[in-house]
C-alpha cells in the first residue's frame, strides 16, 4: 500500500508539472506540448508514462490540433462543444458570427436576473471590453455602470470573435467526457455572481497585508 502511494504521489506530481496543453508556436503552428518541458531522461517517447498515462497524450486526439486549441471542440472526446460551455452568439449579438462560435465569458449578462447595480465589476468590465469597450483600472464602479447602460441603449454589438482577447496562451485539454449531473449544473446559470462577490483581487496592497513588505517579495513574484 505504501509503495503505491508513492507511485501515485510520484506520477500525480508529474502530471501537474508536465500536464498536456496545446500551444501556439511563433509561427502559428498549434502544438501539443508539456507544461513545462520534460526533465533530462525522460524522453517524448515515455511522456505518457511519466505523468500517469496509459498512451502517449498524443493518442487522444486527432492531429487537427487547431480544433482543440480553438475550442471548437471538446478535449480529447472529438465532440462539437456543447452547452456545458456556455452560450453562443446570438443574430442580436453580432449577425456577422457564425451562431456556433462561443461568447466571451460575460458577455451575456441577464440584467433581469441580476441588474447592473448588483453584478460584479469583474463581470461588467469583461462585458465592455467584450462589446469594445475597453476600462481602467482606476475607472469608478459608477462610470463601469453608466457605460455598461449606454452600450445597452446603443445595441451595440459584441465584437467578433477574432477581435476579443484571449485570456490565456495554454490551453489545457480535458481528458475525460462530459457528464451530466442531472441537476441544475447541467445548464448554463448565473450562480457565478455569488461566487464573484466573495472573491478578493491579490494585489501589491493584498501581499503586504499578509506578508509584509519584504517577505512579501517573493510571494508577489510567485502571485504576479
Known amino acids: 500500500q505504501c509503495e503505491w502511494t508513492v507511485r501515485k504521489f510520484v506520477s500525480t506530481r508529474n502530471l501537474l508539472r508536465h500536464y498536456p496543453v496545446f500551444e501556439q508556436k511563433t509561427n502559428g503552428v498549434i502544438a501539443l506540448e508539456p507544461l513545462h518541458p520534460l526533465p533530462h531522461g525522460v524522453s517524448c517517447d515515455d511522456w505518457g508514462s511519466y505523468i500517469g498515462f496509459d498512451k502517449h497524450p498524443s493518442e487522444y486526439f486527432d492531429s487537427n490540433y487547431e480544433e482543440y486549441y480553438r475550442m471548437k471542440i471538446v478535449g480529447s472526446t472529438g465532440q462539437p462543444r456543447s452547452k456545458h460551455l456556455g452560450p453562443t452568439y446570438s443574430d442580436d449579438e453580432n449577425p456577422l458570427v457564425d451562431p456556433s462560435e462561443l461568447l466571451p465569458i460575460w458577455t451575456r449578462l441577464d440584467f433581469d436576473l441580476d441588474p447592473i447595480e448588483v453584478q460584479p465589476m469583474v463581470c461588467?468590465?469583461?462585458?465592455?471590453?467584450?462589446?469594445?469597450?475597453?476600462?481602467?483600472?482606476?475607472?469608478?464602479?459608477?462610470?463601469?455602470?453608466?457605460?455598461?447602460?449606454r452600450s445597452r441603449e446603443v445595441e451595440r454589438h459584441v465584437l467578433d470573435p477574432s477581435l476579443v482577447l484571449e485570456p490565456v496562451k495554454w490551453v489545457g485539454f480535458e481528458p475525460l467526457e462530459e457528464l451530466e449531473l442531472g441537476n441544475e449544473y447541467d445548464d448554463w446559470n448565473h450562480d457565478y455572481t455569488n461566487k464573484l462577490r466573495s472573491l478578493k483581487t491579490v494585489d501589491d496592497d493584498y501581499l503586504d497585508r499578509h506578508f509584509g513588505t519584504e517577505s512579501a517579495q517573493y510571494e508577489r513574484v510567485t502571485a504576479m
Open 124 to 149: 461588467l468590465r469583461a462585458y465592455l471590453l467584450n462589446h469594445g469597450i475597453p476600462t481602467n483600472e482606476d475607472d469608478t464602479p459608477d462610470m463601469i455602470r453608466r457605460w455598461v447602460r
